[in-house]
């Protein structure tokens, strides 16, 4: 199942605060840009983002998973707490 554009719609505008946001399609699913850096890669409704010592703690408890089969492990983020999601994605922005 790809990403609705109801949910894409819903993380860039969470997003949208922290200055620029733009969002692709790639392969049937979506990568998220916030300033010109990829910062969520969206698939099947999971929003993903890189597993980085700097969110560690941010993300404790937080589920992980694959975007797709191959990619790295991620952290899922919820963006049902948008203050939280936005406090993650900054910080992600700021280490990348």
Do not use: H
């Amino acid at each position: 199942m790809a990403c609705t554009q109801q949910f894409i719609d819903f993380i860039c505008e969470v997003l949208s605060p922290l200055g620029s946001v733009r969002y692709r399609k790639m392969m049937g699913d979506y990568v998220i840009y916030l300033n010109e850096k990829c910062v969520v890669t969206a698939c099947d409704n999971i929003a993903f983002v890189k597993k980085r010592d700097c969110i560690a703690s941010l993300m404790a408890g937080a589920e992980t998973g694959r975007a797709y089969e191959g990619a790295k492990e991620s952290y899922i983020l919820d963006f049902a707490d948008q203050r939280k999601a936005r406090e993650v994605i900054s910080t992600l922005w700021d280490a990348l």
